[in-house]
């Protein structure tokens, strides 16, 4: 028909009938598009599909990968006004509700598009970037043509058995037109499998509990039944790692001389949960249990109490996501392990985001930012746009903890044992893959159901990878994602894990019932709430944790025992250990092929399959050292010193190592400001004066690359051109790009240009430059930025809290400005001493004539300056006002008394 | 879902009883129905769980949190339709049902459970009130004929839904009237029965034949029946009494509480016009000292009749300890059903329990009349660890025993010697997938799994009409035969492959203890409206 010259092709499935089966329609899209592809005529026409099936964004993604250029999914939109006719849609029209759809719709597209960095839907029609997880490689090869297919799976036989199958819940007509409700998204007996239903929750949660016997058998018994149910019959049905065997075939040894559980379970952590999405409580109780079994609890993003540094509720992961909220140098030094979130199994490139009913008080202080203000975790870090980035940052958190190691956590999907190993060349010690059946309940659901590939494939291909550029042994590569049973333990320990992850199940220990709705606060077990009545509710204990994963330990060792093998070190990378499960019962596993996933690559003998030593040292020629000495009398007896240094772009995160030393001595609180006052000659290199701490001034003459001042912690950071110098300083470049990245406190003058990302996520730093590149001010959350001269572009997108002033002298800086979040404001007699207040700090420091200017013709300046408030900051401020105001007002009758 | 945190602000509203001195001197439902916008409030407090414990909880699956949510927004003709689909009577389980859905509600963890069973009972009577429930005569027969054995609750469902895959059906019960157990043990304050005939009509008027006075064995045998029909289902209950082994058990006066109850209720029928039968020998509680012998829900039922007869006072022995009557003990964890003691409606009207006592010894008149019980104090929590406390006895007036301690399994004179059917290692029909040991024949209910519940009864008639296999595993196999076989599937609906591939679910013998269940029943049919 192309070749007759048609150019627009329409699939469509209207046609069903009692003698009519549809053919799913991404398996008619791909066929389709790939048969012209062969035949030479795939531009000459365009490919539309008209189907009932598709309904949710993974699917009109799909449709579109595989290059449909418009979809018709009437079914869906007719399913609106059947809503609409039960009077579930309220007062909306047809069209109003079909245009949310589609707006929705629309928006979870864009999402996909910016996760795998694309632009546009032209270009993302056909790019099929998707791996197929359960297809066979003939079906692959003929109509997904390109797509990577690791484990093999099942043909067209079976899709149109499943076919057959749904055709035949239609017609002939069941008696009743009742839909089944599927089970997707809430569990339903006769639905699709869940990782957790009600028995395995229930068993486990019985396990860890005292069972009213007094008798320990009980536990063991029920923990039996639960690791029996989760091996043998859930995951045999829906996981990977079901398909796998132990090998039966070799010696055993007495259990008695495998190493103990207590020595496993120090392997063991619980994934990152962030405070926000977790209750104090929750949090807490898994922290303390870890901390009592030797293993590590996860800060999760968004920082943590500083009251729980001291005690057993510390965490001794801490998280650094790219929303940077918390992560201030007291936080870092606090850490066992820096955690670098790239991205999570749940929500590939998505960001986090956490509503604003859920930013109570607590929230807002441990993130830096204000309560009812919701938080948004820009999808990017903006200060890794490669692999060198990468590597920069791991650098940094080394010099703010050189005592931490630094991990870098990945979500399983094609490619991910390249990232693996760059991860392992960059030098951090630890990387985490995390499979894509993890996730919270607020993950949003096309995330839940459709990204990322299981920890099995992701894993196999770490380690391999790993292996073959000799890099394994210096390397902890840790897994997570569903770790439920002893038996997931040792299947990724084979595959190649030296640590692992746990999440949902220690939740569930505690009381967690899966009930998916972590997003909307109103968990009614205490767990994902900042609602007090609700967190009054949480039951769960430190020793419910303990004793699961205790448990979990003690069927690691008999599996262990079973294997022949006495201790983790020698179970590790044996992938030799599985075999494939023959006998796998339901039809989508036959023809599933897991050689990929089973190889292990030819090494030297003897040479390490797990992490056996550590990265190479980075830290031993930082200046730091030098700066430590020198400054001793400082932090030991708090007494001032001042210092005169040379600085090189060599000179990485000057000010870090330092930082952490007085963190570490002295807390947030730092010391009192001025005790050190450092400047510096010179060029300086990345990140220069990160983290740096209360009570430390630098003052650079000269100029510093990108990240100055990154994650900036209380210190004062000064850049000024070197005397005399021959340019206008306010037109040219001191500081590089992604300034301020993070900050969460302190103050920073720049005698001149910035670059792009200027005070990205500042969270309350205030600072005062003279011009910045494009992105200014980009998700900041909190304090000042003061701008004396031109923005780039977007200035303030996705700004929600702290307010910028930009002196408009072209009054161009709104057509330069992102008003989504933001607006325009008065600047009130308060504000202008605020703002004045910091001009003149400027000036003083740096000496800026532009500064001197404006104050010396203040009035006539006043009136140029904007005022940038983020709408929802304005909001939640009145209220706080109002609030604070209220409380004093019931107080009045009472004092009248 | 219902409302966004409505489970904060709307509060659990219970069962509205009625006062019990007014109650007590009538037949009447003890309860009254809740008014719809009330339902709706509660409705409203489900929280739509990502895991639904309730569904699981319930023995029929409900779809629970659909419902609720329909009725918290108003729309009770689906509603009605939703609770059919996985319930044929949910007016029987509305009201006797004693909701293990409600102690496995996630609400139970921490607060009120949503009142799910009133819920479920609003929504079945709301569907007839309403005219919705109406006969829905299938299309198209299929010509084969199947009868039935006994009219219990599994008997009933397994009728209506063979019935409604087109077969004909026949239902033989050797009493009265249809509803087994729920006609003649539940007392009319539990279940009126009217409610049951409205129920068993629309059966009828959709094409079931339902035969009483047809004993099974003695009028007709099942040898005959399975040559009549192309399959027969026992539903014939678990109806063989666990008896009382103390000197005395032949004095007159002393009887099973089951032929007590069959009596009560068939007096009512009388009173109300309905077919009844004249007992041989009248038992009656009339001015009488009762001594009801288990505290179990029979007990229960022998108290309530008692009462309402006027009995001089009302006694019941119970072996086993008190249990709080509140709160979660450490052995039945939620989502379980928690083992605790609770006053239950018959306790209200009158009649006093007490714990830790059995009968040692029934004492006569010297006409051979029981005049006295003898008993003493038991110390221990199991069937297993009871032992005597010396000096303990006692002695109580007794002119009427009543003997409620349990069933032990079907009767196997009748139908089941007839056939020759395999017993299982409790004296149950061992029925796999419910086919029996013959060929053709099959078994559900009380008769398969020992004494139970009407919802347990359902599920076993649902389940034994299409056994085996969800339709998507079983289109595989059929698959496997070929496609002349999946062609004639699809033509006849996934559902009624009787004869699929057994899989074996027999149930296994209890583990736990019978703790409480004097006579083996546990707190049923009442236990959450307590709350
Ligand atoms: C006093 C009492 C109170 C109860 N209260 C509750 C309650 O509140 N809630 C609850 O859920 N459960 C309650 N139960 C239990 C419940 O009633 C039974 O579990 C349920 O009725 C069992 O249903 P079934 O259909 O298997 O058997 P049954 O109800 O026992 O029905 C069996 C039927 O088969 C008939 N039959 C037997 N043999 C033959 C034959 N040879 N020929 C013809 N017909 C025959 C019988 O006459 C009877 O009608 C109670 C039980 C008792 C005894
Ligand atoms: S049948 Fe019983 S368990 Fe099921 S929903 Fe109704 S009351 Fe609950
Ligand atoms: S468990 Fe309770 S709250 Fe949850 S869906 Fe069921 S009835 Fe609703």
Redesign the interface.
């Known amino acids: 028909m192309v070749a007759e010259g048609i150019n627009v092709l329409i699939l469509s499935d209207r046609e069903v009938g009692a003698e009519r089966v549809a053919i799913p329609s991404l398996l008619a899209v791909a066929a389709v598009h790939h048969h012209l592809v062969r035949e030479g005529t795939r531009l000459r026409c365009g490919l539309v599909i008209e189907s009932g099936e598709p309904r949710e964004t993974h699917h009109m993604a799909t449709l579109i990968g595989y290059g449909a250029a418009a979809i018709n999914p009437y079914l869906m939109l007719e399913s609106l006004t059947d809503l609409r006719q039960?009077?579930?849609l309220g007062e909306l029209s047809q069209a109003e509700a079909e245009d949310n759809v589609v707006k929705a719709i629309g928006k979870g597209l864009l999402k996909v598009l910016s996760k795998m960095g694309i632009s546009t839907v032209q270009s993302y029609c056909g790019a099929q970037i998707f791996e197929a997880v359960g297809l066979e490689p003939e079906l692959v090869a003929r109509h997904f043509t390109g797509t990577a297919s690791r484990i093999g799976g099942v043909g067209l036989d079976v899709l149109a058995?499943e076919a057959?199958?749904r055709?035949?819940?239609g017609?002939?007509r069941?008696?009743?037109d009742?839909l089944p409700?599927g089970g997707l998204?809430?569990?339903?007996?006769?639905g699709e499998r869940?990782m957790?239903?009600?028995?395995t929750?229930?068993l486990l949660?019985?396990s860890v509990?005292?069972?009213?016997?007094g008798d320990g058998d009980v536990s063991q018994q029920t923990y039996d039944r639960f690791a029996h149910l989760v091996d043998e019959e859930n995951a045999r049905a829906g996981m990977l790692r079901g398909l796998l065997r132990l090998r039966e075939d070799v010696r055993p040894v007495p259990l008695d001389e495998v190493q103990p559980a207590t020595e496993i379970v120090k392997r063991f952590s619980t994934g990152g949960m962030s405070l926000g999405a977790l209750s104090p409580e929750a949090h807490e109780t898994l922290a303390v249990a870890m901390n009592r079994l030797g293993g590590r609890s996860n800060t999760g993003e968004g920082g943590e109490d500083e009251a729980r540094y001291g005690d057993e509720r510390r965490s001794a992961i801490k998280q650094v996501a790219s929303g940077r909220f918390g992560v201030t140098i007291n936080y870092l030094a606090n850490a066992d392990q820096l955690q670098i979130k790239i991205a999570q199994g749940a929500k590939p490139g998505e960001g986090g985001q956490l509503p604003g009913h859920k930013v109570d008080r607590y929230i807002a202080r441990l993130r830096h930012s204000t309560p009812g203000v919701g938080l948004i975790s820009p999808p990017p870090h903006h200060d890794i746009y490669s692999i060198e980035d990468l590597k920069q940052l791991i650098y940094d958190l080394r010099c703010g903890n050189p005592r931490a190691r630094v991990s870098v956590k990945l979500v399983a999907e094609v490619g991910v044992g390249t990232v693996a190993a760059g991860v392992a060349k960059a030098n951090a010690d630890h990387v985490t893959i995390a499979g894509h059946d993890g996730g919270t309940?607020a993950s949003p659901q096309s995330s839940i159901q459709s990204a990322g590939v299981p920890w099995e494939i992701g894993l196999a291909e770490t380690q391999q990878t790993l292996l073959a550029n000799d890099l394994r042994s210096r390397i902890i590569v840790e897994v997570d994602g569903q770790m439920r049973t002893g038996r997931d333990v040792v299947v990724a320990a084979l595959l190649g894990a030296d640590e692992f992850g746990f999440s949902t199940a220690p939740l569930i220990a505690t009381?967690c019932?899966?009930?998916?709705?972590c997003h909307?606060?109103?968990c009614?077990?205490g767990i994902a709430s900042q609602?007090p009545?609700?967190r009054r509710?949480f039951?769960g204990t430190p020793e419910h944790v303990v004793n699961y994963l205790m448990l979990v330990a003690e069927h690691t060792r008999r599996l262990m025992a079973g294997l022949g093998v006495r201790t983790m070190e020698e179970l590790i990378g044996r992938a030799d250990l599985l075999e494939a499960e023959a006998a796998i019962e339901h039809?989508k596993a036959g023809g599933v092929d897991l050689t990929n996933v089973l190889t292990m690559p030819e090494v030297e003998p003897g040479a390490p399959r797990r992490r056996t030593e550590p990265p190479p040292r980075v830290l031993d020629d930082a200046l730091d050292w030098d700066l430590i000495a020198a400054a001793r009398p400082a932090l030991e007896r708090g007494e001032k010193v001042g210092l005169q240094r040379e600085v090189h772009n060599v000179h990485r995160a000057v000010g870090g190592i330092l930082s952490h030393e007085i963190a570490r001595r002295h807390g947030s609180a730092g010391l009192p400001e001025g005790t050190i006052e450092v400047e510096f000659h010179g060029s300086a290199g990345q990140s220069f004066g990160a983290w740096l701490a209360s009570g430390v001034t630098f003052t650079l003459r000269g100029e510093a690359n990108d990240y100055t001042g990154k994650g900036l912690s209380g210190g004062v950071l000064t850049v000024l051109p070197p005397d005399g110098h021959p340019y206008l300083a306010e037109e040219n470049v001191i500081v590089g790009n992604t300034v301020l990245y993070g900050a969460t406190g302190g103050r920073a003058f720049f005698r001149g240009l910035a670059g792009e990302r200027f005070a990205v996520r500042n969270s309350d730093a205030w600072a005062v430059v003279e011009g910045c590149g494009d992105h200014g001010c980009e998700y900041m959350t909190g304090g000042r930025v003061i701008v004396l001269g031109r923005t780039g572009r977007n200035f303030a997108a996705g700004m929600s809290g702290g307010i910028a002033y930009v002196l408009d002298e072209d009054e161009g800086f709104e057509g330069r400005c992102n008003l989504e979040l933001v607006g325009f404001d008065e600047i009130s007699a308060d504000d202008e001493r605020e703002l004045r207040g910091l001009i003149a700090e400027h000036a003083q420091r740096t000496g800026s004539p532009v500064a001197e200017r404006i104050l010396s013709r203040w009035s006539e300046y006043l009136p140029r300056f904007v005022k940038v408030m983020p709408h929802d900051y304005k909001r939640a401020l009145a209220e706080l006002a109002q609030e604070a105001a209220g409380i004093a007002g019931e107080g009045e009758p009472a004092l009248r008394e | 879902m219902g409302e966004i945190g409505g489970f904060l602000r709307i509060h659990r509203v219970g069962f509205d009883k009625r006062d019990p001195r007014e109650r007590v001197r009538d037949y009447k439902q003890y309860f009254h129905t809740q008014s719809e916008e009330e339902l709706a409030r509660q409705g409203g407090r489900c929280m739509d769980c990502g895991v639904p414990f309730c569904h699981e909880g319930c023995p029929l699956g409900n779809p629970i949190p659909d419902w609720n949510d329909l009725v918290y927004r108003g729309d009770w003709r689906r509603a009605v339709e939703v609770a059919h689909s996985t319930n044929n009577f949910p007016e029987f389980t509305g009201l006797i049902c004693p909701a293990p859905c409600e102690s496995a509600c996630v609400l139970d963890i921490n607060d009120d459970p949503v009142t799910i069973e009133q819920i479920e009972l609003g929504i079945a009577e709301r569907g007839w009130a309403n005219g919705w429930i109406v006969p829905e005569p299938p299309a198209t027969r299929t010509g084969r004929s199947v009868a039935v054995v006994g009219s219990g609750p599994a008997g009933m469902a397994v009728a209506d839904e063979l019935n409604r895959m087109g077969h004909s059906v026949t239902v033989f019960e050797r009493d009265e009237g249809v509803g087994g157990l729920m006609r003649f043990g539940v007392p009319d304050a539990k279940l009126e029965k009217w409610i049951i005939d409205r129920r068993a009509r629309l059966l009828e008027d959709e094409g079931v034949t339902f035969l009483c006075d047809v004993d099974v064995g003695r009028d007709v045998s099942a040898a005959e029946l399975r040559e009549r029909f192309d399959a027969v289902v026992l539903a014939i209950g678990s109806r063989v009494h666990r008896e009382l082994e103390v000197p005395g058990r032949d004095l007159e006066g002393v009887h099973f509480a089951m032929d007590y109850l069959y009596q009560r209720n068939r007096a009512v029928a009388r009173e109300e016009g309905r077919p009844w039968r004249a007992a041989e020998r009248e038992i009656t509680a009339a001015g009488k000292h009762v001594v009801v012998v288990g505290g179990g829900d029979t007990g229960m039922d022998c108290i309530s009749n008692s009462l309402r007869e006027g009995a001089a006072d009302v006694k019941m022995l119970d072996v086993y300890p008190e249990l709080p009557s509140s709160g979660r003990p450490e052995n039945t964890p939620w989502p379980l059903p928690p083992k605790r003691t609770l006053t239950t409606y018959a306790l209200d009207e009158g009649g006093e329990r007490t714990w830790n006592s059995e009968v040692t010894a029934l004492e006569g008149d010297g006409d051979g009349r029981v005049a006295r019980a003898h008993g003493r104090r038991v110390e221990g929590t199991s069937s297993r660890d009871l032992r005597a406390v010396p000096g303990s006895e006692f002695a109580l007036p007794a002119q009427l025993v009543l003997i409620a301690i349990g069933f032990s399994h079907p009767d196997h004179d009748g139908p089941v010697r007839d056939l020759g059917l395999d017993l299982d290692a409790r004296g149950n029909v061992r029925a796999p997938v419910y086919a029996t040991s013959r060929p053709g024949v099959f078994a559900c209910g009380d008769a398969r799994v020992g004494q139970s519940l009407v919802v347990t009864a359902i599920a076993e008639g649902r389940k034994c009409a299409r056994p085996g296999r969800r339709p998507l595993e079983r289109l595989a196999r059929l698959l496997a035969r070929g496609r002349a076989a999946v062609l004639r599937a699809l033509a006849q609906g996934l559902g009624d492959d009787v004869n699929d591939d057994p899989v074996d679910d027999q149930p296994q013998a209890p583990e736990g203890d019978d703790q409480t269940d004097g006579d083996g029943e546990g707190a049923r049919g009442e236990h959450r409206r307590e709350a």
């Open positions: 039960a009077g579930m058995r057959l199958e055709h035949a819940r017609y002939p069941p008696d009743s009742l409700v998204y809430q569990w339903r007996r006769d869940r957790w239903d009600p028995e929750i229930a949660q019985h509990r005292p069972n009213g016997n309940g009381g019932i899966m009930m998916r709705v909307l606060n109103t009614p077990v609602d009545e609700l509710r039951a039809w």
